[in-house]
Every structure is written in structure tokens, then in C-alpha cells.
């Protein structure tokens, strides 16, 4: 424990120090966890510094995101490659300890973070992702011979995150599912950032958490051996109840002045970091540790490296007694897909009558699901009515017809948790995941699309139906006019609206082959007409590239429709009366920006200036496209009850309304 102890102590001398080098960031938790994080990376938790993404690692994820010197200081102190200098330029540009925990990604790879947190609670429900995925790799991978898939998900959390409503969708999913290898450290330290906690929260968490169905501890965080042997209760009790482990802290702990109180929470500290180091024995130098906890933890090294090369061991041996099961892991954990070629080639005609994309997309999916064995599916209490249900692919989870095999996830009525735990599936690195609700409920798990997209998430998907005023009856409160352009203007997401069944096809092939990024599919409750005047691996491949002519003029060119969606087909019935007028479907605005300036000036040549563009929507992102001279029919107010025909006439959306706004021009 003396050990433990040191490293706790100098692990607190690494965050004070940065945080005021830096003269930015959180002390708080840094300095109240601390023997949380020595007895996790110095002893209880399984993992290899060499090789940070080995499969079978123990996962930590720092929910509680604005503490982020903790896991810094701690990835250091345990051997990861995240030199001294990096814990110094904590929070400068362009350096491995940005601000909150980040995912590797093109602006950042720090080795050891395993997701990125910030928004409070999202990492608690990160981690039931985790936890899910794992019993999920396990049902596939383990054989009675071998198990290679046997690890736990560890989450760090504060108040804020429990008062965050994600969490608790997160932990009711977490128990009903019985994920026993999730275990949650809640660091109680009775402070938020405005107020003591008392001033905002007073029920009982242990009672709450009972409730769910989570196994609960209560234990004093600055107690080494309490802390040590509750984890180690936690990971040996296989009971089908994930574990809650309410560890009682004193915030900015070993800081006088600050310390319990909410002035800890942030920089209030730094005028007192030098005080304070040597009230815990620590000297003057600046990012100091020890001879003595440099050789600790290469004992820790080698007790795990043991562990690893025990685990490589079996691994060869599950390999040879399983070829195709190896090559199916190695695909999944490589992400490893046909091309967007191959697929389109591979998928069938579709042959469409008129029928609403979201049909069209339950055709699709089981194609993708055939491609891609990796690709799973959920939804938010809506399979029946987004169609996104993978076929023969079992549901997951555990009692009823559930199994931990299952491809279908059944989130309940949670869309801010499914959109958390589908980023846990993407980080925890194994699957593919889509999950589906309405379009206009895509606000509730907002935050996690624009986490999945700032962390170039391209193992999620989100399938949102009934995508426009064309719902109809349900009204105004289900009928999304602004939603779609509010998803347009997120950086590194591809929102996919498509026009018809082939234009679909598209769409979820390119949302299972992007690397760089997660992508939105829109699609139509009512039926649409096919663009049948094109051949469909034409309107396949323009789709892929975000737009195309999905109808060229028969005359001198004069006039430039654009559209896209359930508005195509009237831009298509509009230019019948046009010789002049070329028909544009851009089903991904996002994808024809990526494409050369030669062919997006083929697509909307700049000598036509006579552009008008038509979407059941809200018309200003439009404009970049039709230009200060052009026009656009869109709908910029909320819609109405009656059935969607009329909505739709009564909102313009008809070829005869368009016309009309052409020739009045």
C-alpha cells in the first residue's frame, strides 16, 4: 500500500502542476481520486502499455471528462506512450492532453483514452456501450475451449454526470441486460460547480441504484485498502448486476485552502499548488516522481505483461482451432468491409414500385447485414416502424429470446442513452452499429451524434425516418421541417436524404464504408415515385457522390432544379414541361463537397444562374447552392395535422406548385 500511496501522492503533484503551467483546467478530481486511479492502473485493472488497443484490455473511461489531468497523469505513471513533455503542455495546441479526454482521431491520438467525455453523463452511458459490446464479442468469440474475450469496463464519475438524465436511461438498460462487467465509480465528493451538491440534490443514490438492479458499495476513496479490495469484490462477483461503487471523496484533497469545497472543482488552486505539494511530502521539482514509483509500476508492467502473453498464448491456439471464426475477428476488430464498389455490385436491382424509403431501407439493411457480419442494428422502441431490423440476426440481451449474440438491440424508449451506447460499441472497437428513431426525436441524442462526429466515429450510423411535414396526421410535433439542416450543419457528419429506393442503397453502403466520420440517413414514411428514367446503378453511384442529374434538359440549358428527397420526384414532373431545365438530386450535401471542382461544376455549371431548389424544409443552406439570384422552396414554419397529401399541398411541395415558381420568374 506505501506504494500505492507514493504514486497517489506524486500522481496529485503531476495535475497540480500542469493545471498551473497551464493556467487552465480542473483540480478537483485529480486530487480527490487519487487512490482511485493508483489502485486501478496499479492494480486491479488488466492492460498492456506496449500495445494499448490489445482486444482483451480492461477499458477506463473518465466520465467526468473535465478531470482530465487524472488520466493523463495516471497514463504516464503506468507506461503508456505519453511522454513528460506531453503532461506539460497540458492543454496547448496540438498536444496529447487536450482539455477533456479525445478518442484518437486526426487531431489527436493519446494512447489510453479510450472514448471522449466532456458532456456530462455521456461517459457513464459510453461505458454500458462498452460493457454491451463485450458480452456481445464474448457470445461470438469464446469457444468452451478458449475464452479470449473476459475483460471489465471501468467509468469515473461525478455528481454531474448522475444528475445528467443519459445515465439514468444508461444504468436501467445496463441492469435489465445484466451487464456484470461494468463497474461504475461514482466520486462523491458533495460539490458541483455553482453550489454545494446539497443545494440542487438530496434523493438516496444507493437506494436509486438498488432499484435499477445494481449491485452497491459505499466505501471511503482515500482508504487504499478499501478501495483496492471493493474493486477487487467487484470484478470477482459474476452475479448479473453491474456494480456501483459510490466512493466518498474530499474534492481537491491535500489543498487546504480549497479542498471540499466547490472551489476545487477549477482553477482556484493554482495560487496554492506549491503549499500543497509539500504538505504531501513532495519537493519543489516541478512534475516530480520518484525512482521508486518508476520501478513500481515496471512491476506492475510485468505482472500484466504476464497476463498478455498467458492471453497471446491462448489466442494462438483459439486462431488454429478457428480459422473462420479468426478471420471473422480480425474483420470486425479491423473494420475490414467490401468496397463501396463491391457492395453496390453485390446488392441487387431493387426494382422499386413506389414505396417509402424507409421500406426501401429494410430491403437494404439485410443486404449490408450479409456484407458486413460486423453490422448491428437498435432501435428506440421503434423496429416496426423504421423498418431497420436485421432479419434472422437475434435480439441481444439477456432473458426472453435475447442472447448476447443478438444483432438487434432493443434500447426502449432512450434515445439519448442509445446514442451513447452506440458510441461505447464504436470505441470499444468490435462492431458496426446503426440505431433508428424518428427524425424529429433526433434531439434527444444530439449531444452524442456531435461526440461521434468530433471523435470520427465511422462504425455508427442513424437511421431516422418519417423525415419531413409528408408524416401528416401526427402533426407539427412529429413532422420535422428544421431537423434536417440542423444535422447538415454538423462537421463530419453525412446526412443522407434519398430520393428513392436505389438513391437508399447508396446511403447505407456509403454509411458502412466512410472512414471518416458517422453518417444520418433520412428517410420517408410515404411513398415515393422511382426515378426510373435513370439506371439504377447510375442513380446509385451519383448518390454516392452527394449529387447528380437525375434529369438532363433537352434543350440549351436555362434553368437548374436541385432537390432532394421526397421533393425529387416533383422536381422531375416540374422539368417534363421544361426543355431547358436540368434536374440535380443531392442526396448528401456533405459528399458532393468532397468531390473535384470539375465535376461538381459538370453537376451545377456556374453559366446557369437560374437555379431553384425545392425541400420539405427549412430553405437556408440552400442557398449556397441556388445563389444570391436563385430561389427556394422550402418550408420555413412548423407543419399541421391532416393526412401528409395535404400537408404537402398545403406547404407547396407539389410539382405543380414548383412549376409555378419557375415560370413566375
Not at 473494420?335 to 426501401?360: C, F, G, Q, Y
Not at 437498435?378 to 426472453?400: K, P, T, V
Request: hydrophobic share 40%.
Amino acid at each position: 500500500m506505501a506504494a500505492l500511496a507514493t504514486a497517489a501522492n506524486e500522481a496529485r503533484g503531476l495535475a497540480m502542476d500542469s493545471i498551473a503551467a497551464a493556467h487552465s483546467g480542473h483540480m478537483g478530481l485529480p486530487l480527490g481520486c487519487a487512490e482511485v486511479g493508483a489502485v486501478l492502473y496499479g492494480s486491479e485493472m488488466v492492460y498492456n502499455p506496449a500495445d494499448p488497443k490489445w482486444i482483451n484490455r480492461d477499458r477506463f473511461i473518465l466520465s467526468a471528462g473535465h478531470g482530465s489531468m487524472f488520466i493523463y497523469s495516471w497514463l504516464n505513471l503506468a507506461g503508456f506512450d505519453l511522454p513528460m513533455e506531453e503532461i506539460k503542455r497540458f492543454r496547448q495546441y496540438h498536444s496529447m492532453t487536450p482539455g477533456h479526454p479525445e478518442f484518437p482521431n486526426s487531431e489527436h491520438n493519446t494512447p489510453g483514452v479510450e472514448c471522449t467525455t466532456g458532456p456530462l453523463g455521456q461517459g457513464v452511458a459510453n461505458a454500458v456501450g462498452f460493457a454491451a459490446s463485450e458480452k456481445m464479442a464474448a457470445a461470438l468469440f469464446n469457444t468452451p475451449s478458449h475464452k479470449i474475450i473476459d475483460h471489465h469496463t471501468f467509468v469515473l464519475a461525478g455528481d454531474g454526470c448522475f444528475q445528467e438524465g443519459v445515465s439514468a436511461e444508461a444504468a436501467c438498460i445496463a441492469a435489465h441486460e445484466k451487464l456484470d462487467n461494468l463497474i461504475v465509480l461514482y466520486d462523491s465528493n458533495e460539490v458541483t460547480l455553482d453550489k454545494m451538491a446539497e443545494y440542487t440534490q438530496s434523493e438516496d443514490i444507493i437506494k436509486r441504484y438498488q432499484a435499477y438492479g445494481w449491485e452497491t458499495f459505499e466505501i471511503d476513496g482515500h482508504d487504499l485498502a478499501t478501495v483496492e479490495a471493493t474493486i477487487k469484490a467487484a470484478k470477482e462477483n459474476h452475479n448479473g448486476k453491474p456494480k456501483f461503487i459510490k466512493v466518498n471523496t474530499i474534492i481537491g484533497k491535500s489543498m487546504e485552502e480549497t479542498e471540499g469545497t466547490n472551489a476545487a472543482h477549477g482553477e482556484a488552486g493554482i495560487p496554492y499548488v506549491d503549499k500543497a505539494k509539500k504538505s504531501i511530502g513532495l519537493p519543489e521539482e516541478k512534475w516530480y516522481v520518484s525512482k521508486d514509483t518508476r520501478e513500481f509500476f515496471k512491476g506492475v508492467q510485468a505482472k500484466n505483461k504476464k497476463t498478455y502473453d498467458e492471453w497471446q498464448e491462448t489466442f494462438k491456439a483459439w486462431q488454429a482451432a478457428n480459422p473462420e471464426l479468426a478471420k471473422k475477428l480480425d474483420d470486425a476488430v479491423n473494420d475490414k468491409v467490401p468496397s463501396a464498389a463491391e457492395m453496390l455490385k453485390s446488392i441487387p436491382a431493387m426494382n422499386a414500385k413506389a414505396e417509402a424509403t424507409r421500406v426501401s431501407g429494410n430491403k437494404i439493411i439485410q443486404e449490408i447485414a450479409k456484407l458486413v457480419p460486423h453490422y448491428i442494428s437498435g432501435s428506440a422502441d421503434l423496429h416496426g416502424s423504421c423498418r431497420n431490423y436485421i432479419n434472422d440476426g437475434g435480439n441481444f440481451g439477456s432473458g426472453f429470446d435475447k442472447s448476447y449474440a443478438g444483432r438487434n438491440l432493443y434500447f426502449g424508449i432512450r434515445e439519448h442513452a442509445m446514442g451513447s451506447m452506440m458510441n461505447g460499441f464504436a470505441y470499444h472497437g468490435f462492431f458496426k452499429i446503426s440505431g433508428s428513431t424518428f427524425a424529429v426525436f433526433v434531439d434527444y441524442l444530439r449531444p452524442t451524434i456531435r461526440v461521434a462526429s468530433l471523435a470520427e466515429l465511422n462504425r455508427v450510423s442513424y437511421i431516422l425516418t418519417h423525415d419531413s411535414i409528408g408524416v401528416g396526421e401526427d402533426g407539427p410535433t412529429h413532422q420535422p421541417v428544421e431537423t434536417v439542416s440542423g444535422l447538415r450543419v454538423m462537421p463530419n457528419l453525412d446526412v443522407y436524404r434519398p430520393a428513392d429506393a436505389e438513391e437508399t442503397v447508396a446511403a447505407y453502403v456509403s454509411s458502412v464504408t466512410r472512414k471518416e466520420g458517422p453518417t444520418a440517413l433520412i428517410l420517408s414514411r410515404q411513398n415515393l415515385v422511382q426515378i426510373d428514367g435513370i439506371d439504377y446503378m447510375d442513380r446509385r453511384e451519383g448518390a454516392l457522390k452527394g449529387g447528380y442529374i437525375a434529369k438532363k434538359e433537352t434543350a440549351p440549358l436555362d434553368t437548374i432544379i436541385l432537390a432532394a428527397g421526397s421533393e425529387v420526384q416533383h422536381a422531375i414532373k416540374a422539368a417534363e414541361s421544361l426543355p431547358g431545365a436540368r434536374v440535380v438530386s443531392m442526396p448528401c450535401f456533405e459528399a458532393f463537397e468532397r468531390q473535384s471542382a470539375a465535376y461538381k461544376e459538370e453537376i451545377i455549371p456556374s453559366s446557369c444562374r437560374k437555379r431553384i431548389a425545392m425541400e420539405a424544409g427549412v430553405s437556408a443552406l440552400w442557398y449556397k447552392y441556388v445563389g444570391l439570384d436563385g430561389k427556394v422552396v422550402g418550408v420555413d414554419r412548423f407543419g399541421m395535422s391532416a393526412p401528409g397529401d395535404k400537408v404537402m399541398e398545403v406547404m407547396g411541395m407539389t410539382a405543380d406548385n414548383l412549376l409555378k415558381e419557375i415560370n413566375s420568374w
